[in-house]
């Protein structure tokens, strides 16, 4: 039993910022590497190729500081469940040990992924603490991850942060949109955070030079991507499935917050921006 590769994939990434990339570090991770437990010659994979990967990289590092800053300013104000879909090797809850005390962590993903996941927190010593919810939703089996939530205490007359990344890429335009609905049906005060792909007619050149290999690398794994949006597009979305606000904050917002005045130059690659949105 093993976890998703893209999950592990990305765990590796925000682990390899740390080793590659000049300090500060945008995210500091190794409790994903941990989780993950790779091979020890895992930096010789040709995907973790550290000036192969290093847009992509930073693109991971920096969506994952955008959603802790995020929840920490949600919790703040006093929302206390935070909703993970597709959860993958997610640590926010290890990494974040104050919020996490007094934030319900809901992380959703597959069976497999979940058990394996509750496993090696076991034996890593973190556990699994009451706050910290592992909710099993089997998608292809058309499970209701709204269903699953409530039977495992989420709170739905209490807003929550939910948060979607590297997912709306791989689902169809109706999927996305349900899920949408479904989301904007929560309490009032509730924020999404999702990110999507811009079409790549609507890159320059250059940035779509960068952002080919990815949509390549995709397709070779079996996993292509198959829905693109421009802001407006998605801003639309939002608004018809119920949500009260709607904005994107684009790949060069997230550039400008965590990467101006890097001695390595490190920026995010381009095309992938986020979806926020209040309820």
């Known amino acids: 039993m093993t976890p998703d590769n893209t999950a592990v994939r990305t765990a590796l990434w925000r682990a390899l910022h740390l080793l ?14 941990a989780l993950a437990a790779p091979d020890p010659d895992w930096r010789r994979r040709p995907d973790m190729d550290p000036e192969g990967t290093r847009r992509t990289r930073a693109s991971i590092v920096g969506r994952a500081r955008f959603l802790d800053d995020l929840v920490a300013e949600r919790a703040a104000a006093g929302v206390d469940q935070y909703v993970v879909l597709g959860a993958g090797l997610d640590t926010f809850v290890q990494r974040n040990p104050e919020i996490a005390a007094r934030t319900t962590v809901f992380e959703i993903d597959q069976p497999e992924t979940q058990q394996w996941k509750r496993r090696r927190l076991v034996e890593l010593g973190y556990g699994v603490p009451d706050r910290l919810r592992l909710v099993p939703v089997d998608f292809e089996a058309d499970d209701s991850w709204r269903d699953r939530l409530l039977d495992n205490g989420f709170d739905p007359r209490r807003p929550a942060v939910v948060s979607s ?7 169809t335009r109706t999927a996305i949109a349900a ?7 929560l309490a009032p005060g509730s924020t999404l955070a999702m990110t999507f792909l811009l079409p790549m007619d609507h890159l ?3 940035l779509r030079r960068e952002f080919e290999p990815a949509v390549r690398g995709a397709r070779a794994a079996g996993t292509p991507f198959i829905s693109f949006f ?3 597009e ?3 979305l939002a608004r018809e499935s119920g949500f009260r606000t709607a904005e994107v904050v684009s790949g060069t917002d997230l550039a400008d917050r965590y990467f101006t005045g890097r001695a390595d130059g490190l920026a995010p690659l381009r095309g992938e921006e986020f979806l ?3 309820t």
């Open 276 to 278: 926020l949105a209040t």
């Open 230 to 232: 421009t802001p407006e």
């Open 179 to 185: 899920m949408l609905r479904q989301i904007a049906s």
């Open 165 to 171: 990344t590297g997912v709306s890429m791989y689902l």
């Open 234 to 236: 998605i801003v639309r």
């Open 20 to 33: 590659v990339d000049a300090p500060p570090p945008v995210l500091r991770d190794e409790i994903g590497l």
């Open 204 to 206: 320059d050149p250059e």
